[in-house]
């Protein structure tokens, strides 16, 4: 394999990585913020409102609760599932690294470690 070509596939996996990284803290934020809603939900002893569209609709607060939690155990199996999928990637890249390391690669990598 020519070294353009091995360049190539770090680059396809870094690329993918950063991907991934960049959806999970999407996720993340989101995940904080349905939290968020949730805890105030249930420290709310006032009525509680949806908004639908441009429609603000007043809604039963057990099943917004139920929406939320919903939700947030949604976005938590989405950010486990992007977790793995980045340990996955970053394995391949370290063992792809690995495999086309030349003496002096190592020598250099050992001096950094």
């Known amino acids: 394999m020519s070294q353009k070509n091995k360049i190539q596939e770090v680059q396809i996996l ?15 934020m989101e995940l904080s913020e349905t939290q968020s809603a949730l805890n105030y939900v249930n420290q709310s002893k006032e009525d509680i409102f949806k908004i639908v569209g441009q429609l603000m609709i007043k809604t039963d607060k057990s099943k917004v ?10 976005l938590e199996l989405r950010i486990k599932s992007l977790e793995k999928q980045e ?7 370290y063992t792809h690294l690995r495999a086309h390391e030349t003496s002096l ?4 990598r050992l001096l950094l470690e």
Do not use: G, P, T
Not at 65 to 74: A, D, F, I, P, R
Not at 87 to 93: K, T
């Open 14 to 28: 870094e690329n993918n990585l950063q991907n991934i990284l960049l959806q999970k803290q999407v996720f993340q």
């Open 65 to 74: 609760k139920e929406e939320l939690s919903n939700k947030e155990k949604m």
């Open 87 to 93: 340990n996955s990637i970053e394995a391949v890249s």
């Open 105 to 108: 690669h190592l020598v250099c």
